[in-house]
């Protein structure tokens, strides 16, 4: 008897078509039955068929060859047929692209969805132009006319079908407010849920001639109970009140796929805020691990043993789930990582550094793999099938067609590939790990005395405190007990965090801060949820909560803020970038002048906090922290005292100077924000420039000095009013020309004849350290000559060297002393030290090197060094002593957002730091390497001053 295969080649060429390609149908006739029986009783379509081989199909050739024909002119059956016929051609050359010339998975499913699409789209026309003809067009209250769209979700929509797949649909439509206006009107509900079923018919129906695809319209809202089709409004509604976190997953590959355009968009605009939240979602990677379990649950029943590519271990779906994750979770913070192609993503992910190049490929290749397993065991008889056919006739057939030579060999590369996959997804859904020991710790049987031995033995620090909390936090409150399933949560936070807590210094204070966090039954899950998915941020918490109040009392306020933890924020930030930053976040004030502080507080305690988040664990230098931390203040002053200008400017018109020109001014910082050393907790040292006299040109008319007199006034006001969101920065303009006693303005004239008669040696000193804040002022390039000409001329000599010793060593004893103080900054050796000793090099011989010309002491002991200024031993001296103190004081201060300078006399504190530093054994160690380094440091001073 002629086989199937023969006899498809032998019609083949009877047909005319060539014998390569009569091969090609023979070989898909062998591992096809529905297509080799549709070639032997459809012979004269064949060459039809063969016409696409080797082309790039797309939804616009293939709605050309379904409208080579009058549709319109055809009945419902016709219609039908018509399509039927159109798929079966499609689908000979889909089989040979993928069977026979090598076509990339990318590809074939492509040319399947563009199918899918198309015949949407023309099913579409066919029910539009059908239902228009016998009620009209559907129209809204203003007599527009309605659209509406076929919305492709799953496969179709990330346009990835497979040879079987079933098309996940929903219908949408533009408005319900209105009617067709047709003889036989009905209103736009009615008609669209009309067309919905006529599509779905005309579709899903299986005829004599076979289906063109299931469709499957369960994942609409409200499922089978709900309507077929809903306008736009509706389901914004409904997923704005009921949406799930399954349906969040399902909207993430919405693709418009038929009908109207406009439409189509509009809902894609409308989910997007569902589908994407502004901010980091914590519950959704609970549901996507109980979605998972309940998949291996369903394969499990399936048969454990049965390779199931789809839902099986190491599956597609947990490919899709890595990517879906991954995507959910970033696109906060990167909008780009978006895309609904499973295999575009995978490299969009790469090239993002949420998977490495290494893990994309792996998946990319694993994914082709699976899904051309899943093709091969469909393309046979056209069944929704996604198990591999091993206890079948006809598996030595799949086995070839899949391209192995044995089932050994099958074997070994399926498990090689479903390992390494859900490999990968078991580091995104890694459940907390727990140990015997550790889970005693929660059980009540067992005393506290004898739970508290456990936690010695993790050597967290007096373990009977923490076993308090612990069970404090497991009993909830009187009025509230903790249920079942919020101690179970509870177990593995706990776990987690004494994991993560073990020789810390300040186990009570992190524990009893998780305490503060653990009161709200929302916030313990989401927290569960976090530190399932990236444990780390467990560790960074445990910092913050161990070294600062301040940012701990910020988390607590404003949970937002564990954003920042998850998915921290550059610190490249500048002045400029910050000053538009504020201007943007507090537009929507503008008519609200008094919100508009509170605004800029708040927008800026997110910025300290960055800051200080990635001061604390590690993540930028004490460099960076202070150049960060600057450019924060420079740009929140610039706007500051910007808006104050304005609403002045709104008032008294512009500034002007005596020949009319528009009077500029300068903000000028000095101390730390003019040096670049800003530190937490650090106040502003300011002085206020302007151009010269005049007065301003508006109707109420005042004096240029007065008006930025007003702008100094309010300016400071804005920065320094203190509200439940704290204050800006405080601000001193004693080191004005004058101090307190001189005016609060200065004319640039003014100030050069101060600096060139007037100022004091410590005065020069004081700007030396000095940096225009508005720096984009046309009055900078002047300023910078009068610092210039007032600094760097070399008339100190060694009467102006013995001054500057002597200044310092009043500080010292006015601030510094007694030595046991141990103040950083002010007493024996510190801080100021190394800056006497760097301005001194900067006024004797900035005349010489321009490399001297800097506000910063870092830079100017290294240039000093460089040019042979100073010695390698004072200059190492200078240098390690230099970046231990600020070390010092940014812990210090970022402790309780203090300007202190002074180490804290408690010893727990004390032990924080060392642990900071990495003192292994406590307080006394930092003391001793701080009292080593502040000798050195003093040392070195002398040598420089001469004063050994």
């Known amino acids: 008897m002629i086989s199937r295969e023969q006899q498809t080649e032998q019609i083949a060429l009877e ?38 081989f080797r082309t790039l199909r797309s939804k616009k050739s293939i709605l050309e060859d379904i409208f080579a024909v009058n549709v319109l002119g055809m009945n419902d059956d016709e219609f039908m047929a018509h399509l039927r016929n159109v798929k079966m051609k499609e689908y000979i050359n889909i089989a040979a692209s993928d069977m026979c010339f090598g076509a990339p998975c990318l590809e074939v499913t492509a040319n399947v969805s563009a199918f899918a699409s198309a015949g949407c789209e023309a099913a579409y026309f066919y029910a539009s132009n059908m239902l228009k003809a016998a009620h009209g067009t559907p129209r809204d209250e203003e007599g527009r006319e309605v659209g509406f769209c076929v919305i492709g979700l799953g496969k179709l929509g990330g346009w990835e079908l497979n040879f079987s797949s079933d098309i996940d649909v929903i219908y949408v439509y533009g408005s319900d407010l209105g009617k067709t206006d047709g003889a036989d009107s009905l209103d736009n509900h009615t008609f669209f849920n009309r067309m919905a079923e006529y599509i779905t018919r005309i579709i899903g129906e299986r005829t004599k001639d076979g289906i063109v695809f299931r469709v499957d319209l369960r994942l609409r809202p409200d499922g089978d109970r709900g309507a077929l089709a809903m306008p736009v409004r509706s389901y914004e509604t409904y997923y704005e009140t009921y949406g799930q976190s399954w349906e969040r997953m399902m909207l993430l590959k919405a693709l418009p796929v038929a009908g109207s355009k406009g439409v189509g968009e509009a809902f894609i605009r409308t989910v997007k805020p569902f589908v994407f939240r502004r901010s980091l979602d914590y519950n959704l990677m609970k549901d996507l691990e109980d979605i998972k379990k309940k998949i291996n649950k369903r394969v499990e029943l399936k048969g454990a043993n049965v390779k199931h590519v789809k839902l099986g271990c190491g599956g597609i779906r947990e490919i899709e789930f890595v990517v879906q994750t991954l995507q959910i979770i970033n696109y906060p913070s990167n909008n780009n990582v978006f895309n609904s192609n499973t295999l575009r993503s995978l490299k969009i992910l790469a090239d993002a550094n949420l998977l490495t190049p290494e893990t994309s490929e792996m998946l990319t290749e694993s994914y082709c793999f699976l899904r051309k397993l899943e093709h091969m065991a469909q393309i046979e008889n056209e069944r929704q099938t996604h198990t591999v056919p091993e206890k079948t006739e006809t598996y030595p057939l799949y086995l070839e067609r899949c391209g192995f030579a044995t089932a050994d060999e099958f074997e070994t590369r399926y498990a090689e590939v479903t390992k390494r996959v859900n490999g990968e997804f078991a580091k995104l859904f890694k459940d907390a790990e727990s140990d015997e020991g550790v889970m005693l710790v929660f059980d009540e049987d067992i005393a506290p005395d004898e739970a ?97 109040r301040y940012l701990t009392d910020q988390i607590m306020s404003n949970r937002d803020l564990l954003d920042y933890i998850y998915d921290p924020k550059p610190m490249d930030f500048t002045a400029e970038k910050i000053k538009e930053d504020l201007f943007q976040y507090t537009e929507k004030y503008r008519d609200k002048e008094d919100l508009i502080p509170e605004a800029a507080r708040i927008r800026h305690k997110m910025f300290v906090f960055n800051a200080g988040y990635a001061y604390l664990n590690k993540q930028t230098n004490i460099i960076e922290t202070m150049r960060a931390l600057t450019e924060l203040a420079r740009g929140t002053l610039d706007f500051a005292f910007s808006h104050v200008y304005e609403k002045l400017v709104e008032r008294y018109g512009v500034p002007r100077t005596e020949d009319g020109r528009e009077c500029g001014y300068l903000l000028v910082g000095l101390g730390k924000v003019g040096s670049i050393e800003m530190s937490f907790g650090s106040d502003i040292d300011l002085i206020f420039l302007y151009e010269g006299y005049g007065a301003t040109d508006g109707e109420k008319s005042i004096t240029n000095q007065e008006f930025y007199s007003k702008m100094v006034q309010r300016g400071i006001t804005f920065l320094s009013a203190y509200s439940h969101n704290g204050y800006l920065y405080k601000t001193d303009m004693r080191l004005r020309p004058s101090g307190s006693s001189g005016t609060l303005v200065t004319t640039l004239a003014g100030f050069e004849e101060y600096q060139r008669k007037g100022a004091m040696l410590w005065e020069k000193q004081a700007l030396m350290r000095s940096s225009v804040i508005n720096y984009n002022s046309p009055l900078t390039a002047e300023f910078e000559r009068i610092k210039a000409q007032a600094l760097y001329i070399c008339l100190i000599g060694d009467e102006g060297v013995k001054e500057i010793y002597e200044m310092r060593m009043r500080i010292e004893n006015e601030k510094g002393l007694p030595y046991e103080k141990n103040d950083i900054k002010a007493g024996y050796g510190g801080l100021l030290d190394i800056e006497f000793a760097a301005q001194m090099f900067q006024l004797m011989h900035g005349c010489k090197f321009g490399e001297l010309h800097t506000p910063n002491t870092h830079d100017a002991i290294h240039s000093a060094k460089d040019l042979g200024v100073i010695s390698s031993r004072d200059f190492n001296s200078f240098h390690k002593g230099y970046l231990f103190f600020r070390h010092l004081e940014n812990l210090v201060r970022i402790y309780d957002n203090t300007d202190t300078s002074r180490l804290p006399k408690e010893d727990k504190l004390l032990d924080r730091l060392a642990e900071f530093f990495g003192y292994k054994s406590g307080g006394a160690a930092l003391l001793d390497e701080y009292n080593n380094i502040r000798r050195s440091v003093r040392a070195a001073f002398k040598r420089v001053f001469g004063k050994e």
């Open 15 to 52: 047909q005319g078509i060539s014998a390569e390609d009569s091969l090609v149908l023979a070989y898909i006739a062998r591992h096809s039955e529905f297509i080799g029986m549709w070639m032997i009783n459809n012979p004269h379509e064949l060459k039809d068929a063969v016409r696409r």
């Open 452 to 548: 508290a031995v456990i936690l010695k033995q993790l050597k967290i620090n007096e373990p009977q405190e923490c076993i308090k909390i612990i069970r404090r936090v497991m009993a909830g409150q009187k009025n509230r007990p903790r249920t079942s399933g919020d101690r179970q949560i509870l177990k593995s936070l706990f776990i987690m965090i004494l994991n993560g807590l073990g020789g810390k210094a300040g186990s009570v204070e992190v524990l009893a801060n998780f305490e503060r966090m653990f009161t709200s039954n929302t916030t313990i899950y989401m927290l569960h949820d976090i530190f399932s998915v990236a444990p780390v941020i467990i560790q960074k918490l445990i910092n913050i909560f161990s070294y600062s």
